[in-house]
C-alpha cells in the first residue's frame, strides 16, 4: 500500500495505533491517503468489516470503493464505504427498535416533510411559510435538540410556536414509522448515547473509522463520530480548513479545534505537495485564499510546471459568457490531438439556477452535458409515484406514501372518502392503511368506497408478498412490467400530460427507472445504501428497502462522456482537466455581500464571516482544475427582477494574474480554429 504516495502520506498510512488528523490543502492527496489507508489497516490483519470509510457524497463513495476495489481487490467489497447519513441508515435499521422504530421505517424527503408540517399547522399555510419551519426544525434537530429542549430554550412566541409544532411534527412520524433526513444523524447518536449496549456493540464492531472532508462535519456528526470511536480513538479525518463550505448548514472548524483538546495523542500530519493542478492555477488559488484567517499554517506547491496562464473571460450577459464557455470547449479540443474527452470539462456556478443560459448553448451546440447535483432523477413526479409504492410495501404505516399511491393513478377513491380514513385512523390510532382492515370502518364509509379501499389494501398486501417472492434482475423486470399494466400508469401519464413529447419523456423514465431497479436486484449495481457490494441476487423489496436513501440524498451517477455543470457546492473532491469558473460577478460570488456594488458598509462580524465563506468557495473551484482554468464574469447581473450593470469578483483581482497573460489571446483562438479545420480536413473522405 505504499506505490505511489509520498513520506508525509505514508506515514498517515502506517500510523494506525491511535488518532490520525491529516490537514492539507486541495489536491494534495487526502482522500489518496484514505483509500490506501484502508488497504493498508487490511494489511495489518483488521477484518475489512470493521473499517468504516465515511464520506460527503454518494458520488465520492462510489469513487472511492472503485478505487478502493483497484487496491485490495475483492476485500474492499466487505469495507463500509459511505456517507454519514447511509451509515445512519444502516444503524437505525439494525438498533433502532431500541428508539421503538420497526426496522422498515421510511425516510421522507424533503416534500413529504413540508407536507406533513402543513397539514399538523392545520393545513391553510402556504409553502413558503413551512419550508421556513422545516429549516428551523431541521436546525435544531442539527444541534442535537427533541422538541422539549427547543421549547425549553425558545427565545420568542415564534420559535415557541415552532417548537409546538415540532411535537406534533414528532408524533406524526412516530405514528408513520418514518424519519427524515436529520434524524438520520439524530437518531444514531441518541442510540450511542443513551443505550450502552448498543454503543459497545458499535465500538466493538468498528476497529477503524476514516473521515474525508472533515472540514465540513456539524456538531452532532461529531459526537457521533466521538461515540463510534470510544476513547480508543481509532480515526483517521483528513480535511482542509480553506475549504470549508457548508458553515451556512451547520457545518463547524470548531470539529477541526476540538479533536487534538479531546484526544491529547493525536497525530497531526501535514502534506505539502499538490499532484493535482499547475502552478499557475496554485498560486492563483493560494492567492485567493491568502487573506482568510488561518487556522493552520499552510504551504502548498506543485510540480507540474507553470502550465497555461489561467484566462479571465468577460461577457456582456449570461448568454454570451455560456457562448464563450462553448467556444472555449470546442477550442481546446480543436488545439490538441487527440482532443480531450467531453467529460474532463466542467462549468461550475454559486448557484444551481446559472445553470440554464449554459444548458442551451451546449444544446445548441450539439454538446453532451450532465447537470450534476440539479433536480435529482429522484425528484420527478413519475420517479415519486412508483417510489410511494414501494415505501407503502414495505411500511404500511407510511401514510405519506399511502396517500401518495392510493391517487397515483386515480382509482375512484375521492377527497371525501380519504378525508373520514383519515379522521378515522386518527380517532383508533391506527395508520391509514391499518384502518383499511378495521371491523369498524365500514360503519363510517358508504358500502361502494369501503369497496374500493378494500381492494386497494388486498392489492398492496399481494404486490408485497410478490416482491418478497422476485429475486434477481429477469424476474424483478416482468414483476414491475405486470404491475405497471395493472395499476395502467402508462395511461395515467399520458392522461395528464397536454404534449404527448412530455408525456413520451416521463414514461421512458419510468422505464430507465424500473431497469435499473431490476439491475440492483440483479446484483449488476454497487449498492450505494450502506450495505456492501454484492454480486448476489436480491429479492425486490430488499431492492426497495435501499431506494429509499437514495432518492432522498443523491442521483444515480453514470460515468458518461459529457461535459459537467455543477455547482461549486457539489464539486468539492472532484478534479478535472478543464474547468471554467462562471458568474464570477460581484453580487454572485461573493453573493450580494453588498449590494451596493461596491460602495463601502460597515462590515459587521457576520459579514466578514460570509466573505470567508465565499473566498474559501471560491477556493474550492479554483484547485479543481488540473491543466486550464478560465473563470468568466458579466458585465450585467439580474439583482431581484431587474438586470443591473456589474463588476468582476473581487476575487479575480485577489488572484493576483498577470495582466499580459489574463484575457484569452486572440491569437490563440485562430490557432485553436486552423487546428480544428485541420483535423476536420484530415477525416474528409478523399471521394467527397
Ligand atoms: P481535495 O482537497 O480537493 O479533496 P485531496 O487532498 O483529497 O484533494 P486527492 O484527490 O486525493 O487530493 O489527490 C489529488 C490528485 O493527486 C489525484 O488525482 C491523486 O490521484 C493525485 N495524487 C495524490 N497523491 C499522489 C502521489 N503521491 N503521487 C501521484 N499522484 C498523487
Ligand atoms: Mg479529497
Redesign the pocket.
Known amino acids: 500500500m505504499s506505490a ?3 513520506l508525509a ?1 505514508l506515514q498517515a498510512v502506517h500510523y494506525t495505533e491511535g488518532p490520525c488528523l491529516v490537514l ?12 490506501h489507508k484502508i488497504g493498508r489497516l487490511i494489511e495489518t490483519g483488521l477484518h475489512p468489516r470493521r473499517i468504516a470509510a465515511i464520506t460527503f457524497t454518494n458520488k465520492a463513495a462510489a469513487e472511492m470503493r472503485e478505487r478502493a476495489k483497484g487496491l485490495i481487490g475483492k476485500a474492499a467489497k466487505d469495507v463500509l464505504i459511505c456517507t454519514f447519513h447511509a451509515l445512519g441508515v444502516k444503524m437505525v435499521r439494525e438498533d433502532g427498535q431500541a428508539l421503538g422504530l420497526k426496522p422498515q421505517f421510511s425516510i421522507l424527503d424533503a416534500d413529504d416533510v413540508v407536507g406533513i408540517l402543513k397539514d399538523a399547522a392545520g393545513g391553510t399555510t402556504d409553502v413558503a411559510t413551512a419550508r421556513q419551519w422545516q429549516w428551523t426544525i431541521s436546525k435544531w434537530k442539527n444541534m442535537g435538540y427533541d422538541s422539549r429542549e427547543a421549547l425549553a430554550m425558545a427565545q420568542d412566541d415564534n420559535e415557541r410556536s415552532i417548537a409546538l409544532l415540532m411535537a406534533r411534527y414528532e408524533e406524526r412520524l412516530t405514528a408513520y414509522q418514518s424519519v427524515d433526513f436529520d434524524d438520520l444523524i439524530g437518531m444514531p447518536l441518541r442510540l450511542l448515547r443513551d443505550h450502552p449496549q448498543v454503543r459497545e456493540k458499535w465500538q466493538n464492531q468498528l476497529g477503524h473509522v476514516l473521515v ?2 472533515y472540514q465540513d462535519t456539524n456538531a452532532t456528526q461529531y459526537e457521533l463520530l466521538k461515540l463510534l470511536i470510544g476513547a480508543r480513538g481509532h480515526i483517521t479525518a ?3 480548513d480553506d ?1 470549508s463550505i457548508y458553515g451556512w448548514r451547520g457545518a463547524t472548524l470548531d470539529n477541526l479545534k476540538k479533536l487534538p483538546l479531546d484526544y491529547p495523542q493525536l497525530k497531526v500530519i501535514k ?1 505539502e ?4 493542478s499547475t502552478s499557475a492555477i496554485l498560486r492563483a488559488a493560494n492567492n485567493v485564499i491568502q487573506p482568510n484567517p488561518k487556522l493552520f499554517p499552510k504551504t502548498l506547491f506543485s510540480e507540474l510546471g507553470e502550465g497555461e496562464p489561467v484566462r479571465v473571460v468577460d461577457a456582456d450577459s449570461e448568454e454570451h459568457e455560456a457562448e464563450r464557455a462553448v467556444a472555449r470547449i470546442q477550442g481546446l479540443r480543436a488545439a490538441s490531438n487527440p482532443p480531450p474527452d467531453w467529460k474532463d470539462f466542467a462549468i461550475l456556478y454559486r448557484a444551481n439556477h446559472q445553470a440554464k443560459p449554459f444548458e442551451k448553448a451546449l444544446r445548441k451546440a450539439n454538446i453532451p452535458y450532465k447537470v450534476s447535483g440539479g433536480t435529482s432523477f429522484f425528484d420527478r413526479a413519475e420517479v415519486k409515484d412508483l417510489c410511494a409504492w414501494f415505501r407503502l410495501w414495505i411500511n404500511n404505516d407510511d401514510d405519506p406514501a399511502f396517500l401518495r399511491a392510493v391517487t397515483s393513478p386515480k382509482r375512484g377513491i375521492g377527497h371525501t372518502t380519504l378525508g373520514k380514513l383519515g379522521e378515522f385512523s386518527t380517532q383508533h390510532k391506527l395508520s391509514m392503511f391499518g384502518s383499511l382492515f378495521s371491523h369498524m370502518l365500514p360503519a363510517v364509509l358508504p358500502t361502494k368506497a369501503h369497496d374500493s379501499v378494500m381492494e386497494f389494501g388486498r392489492y398492496v398486501n399481494d404486490l408485497e408478498y410478490r416482491a418478497r417472492h422476485t429475486l434477481g434482475a429477469e424476474d424483478s423486470r416482468a414483476f414491475l412490467a405486470d404491475w405497471l399494466k395493472e395499476i395502467n400508469y402508462e395511461q395515467h401519464i399520458y392522461d395528464s400530460e397536454d404534449s404527448e413529447t412530455v408525456a413520451a419523456a416521463r414514461w421512458s423514465n419510468v422505464l430507465e427507472f424500473c431497469d435499473w431497479m431490476a439491475q440492483r436486484a440483479g446484483g449488476q449495481v454497487d449498492d450505494t445504501s450502506g450495505s456492501t457490494i454484492t454480486s448476489e441476487k436480491k429479492s425486490l423489496l430488499e431492492v426497495s428497502q435501499t431506494i429509499a436513501l437514495l432518492s432522498t440524498i443523491s442521483e444515480r451517477e453514470k460515468e458518461q462522456d459529457m461535459v459537467i455543470l455543477s455547482t461549486l457546492h457539489a464539486s ?4 478535472w482537466p478543464h474547468v471554467m469558473l462562471v458568474g464570477v460577478t460581484e453580487g454572485m460570488l461573493p453573493f450580494k455581500l453588498d449590494d451596493d456594488n461596491g460602495r463601502q458598509q460597515k462590515v459587521s462580524d457576520e459579514t466578514a464571516q460570509r466573505l470567508q465563506e465565499e473566498r474559501r468557495l471560491m477556493y ?1 473551484g479554483i ?2 482544475a ?1 491543466r486550464s482554468l478560465a473563470v468568466s464574469w458579466t458585465k450585467r447581473r439580474k439583482k431581484g427582477r431587474e438586470m443591473v450593470a456589474a463588476m468582476p469578483s473581487r476575487f479575480i483581482k485577489e488572484m493576483g494574474l498577470d495582466q499580459s497573460t489574463m484575457r484569452e489571446d486572440p491569437r490563440e483562438k485562430l490557432r485553436q480554429l486552423r487546428a480544428e479545420f485541420a483535423r476536420k480536413a484530415a477525416v474528409q473522405p478523399a471521394a467527397s
Open positions: 505511489g504516495l509520498n502520506q492539507a490543502g486541495a489536491g494534495s492527496g487526502k482522500t489518496r491517503v484514505i483509500t474525508d472532508e483528513v480535511g482542509d475549504q502534506l505537495q499538490n499532484y493535482r468539492k473532491g472532484l478534479e474550492v484547485t479543481r488540473q
